[in-house]
């Protein structure tokens, strides 16, 4: 039972590149979410989604884009990469509203 | 504005000792509550969650915390920490009406001293 899996665990970008992380879960939770995390900040909301084909804005989503084509995979983008884009992207899951999130282990993203 | 506080950015246990560790929120109604943990280079996972009900809720791992509504608090405790729960801890605060979005805290990271 893999859970939440993303790819890539590390990525190194260079300012105005582009990239997309890929989460999947194997839970067939309809809700599914990107954080990112950086230094004394805990965790914030970039975009979420409440099942197939619906997706939302979180609390920072601003130079991102995502998709949620299948149930299992959530789509996280950069078009443009930023350096203050550099940080540690979680992707999250859940059964229900509220219920408790399920975390991958994670995507280190640099860009220079 | 809503907010989840953790006071203590760094706590420094020794092994065997009880460990408390703070969480205070500012929300018009009762939330849901949550503690998660994360070991490093790992994502986080779920020691305990309130909803309702019993104001003191056991979790995994030995943990336990009480919600206090008067405090608006919800403090994570062990009576008796060990090396493995060296960690960084995070609060998270969801709202019935937020659609599953939790509110983390900055989180508290905890060394355990021999």
């Known amino acids: 039972n893999a859970g939440v899996t993303q790819t890539p665990k590390f990525r190194v970008l260079k300012t105005g590149q582009s990239m997309t992380l890929l989460c999947a879960q194997d839970?067939?939770?309809?809700?599914m979410y990107w954080y990112r995390q950086d230094p004394g900040m805990g965790l914030r909301l970039i975009h979420y989604s409440v099942g197939e084909g619906t997706t939302a804005k979180g609390e920072v989503p601003d130079g991102y884009n995502v998709s949620r084509l299948k149930k299992q995979n959530f789509l996280l983008g950069l078009e443009s990469a930023a350096p203050s884009q550099t940080s540690v992207y979680f992707c999250a899951s859940s059964y229900v509203v509220n219920s408790p999130l399920h975390f991958g282990n994670g995507t280190r993203l640099t860009v220079t | 504005a809503q907010s989840v506080t953790q006071p203590d950015i760094h706590i420094t246990v020794s092994e065997g000792a009880s460990l408390e560790l703070r969480c205070n929120y500012s929300?018009?109604?009762?939330?849901?509550l949550f503690w998660y943990v994360q070991s490093p280079g790992q994502g986080l996972q779920l020691l305990l969650k309130?909803?309702?009900?019993?104001?003191l809720v056991q979790g995994i791992k030995g943990f336990e915390a009480e919600f206090k509504r008067s405090q608006s608090s919800f403090n994570l405790r062990k009576p008796s920490v060990h090396w493995s729960d060296a960690a960084e801890y995070f609060c998270?605060?969801?709202?019935?009406?937020?659609?599953?979005?939790?509110?983390f805290g900055a989180g508290t990271q905890v060394v355990v001293t021999p």
């Open positions: 929300y018009g109604a009762t939330p849901y």
């Open positions: 839970m067939n939770h309809e809700y």
């Open positions: 998270a605060v969801g709202l019935t009406d937020s659609w599953g979005k939790l509110q």
């Open positions: 309130y909803f309702s009900g019993d104001t």
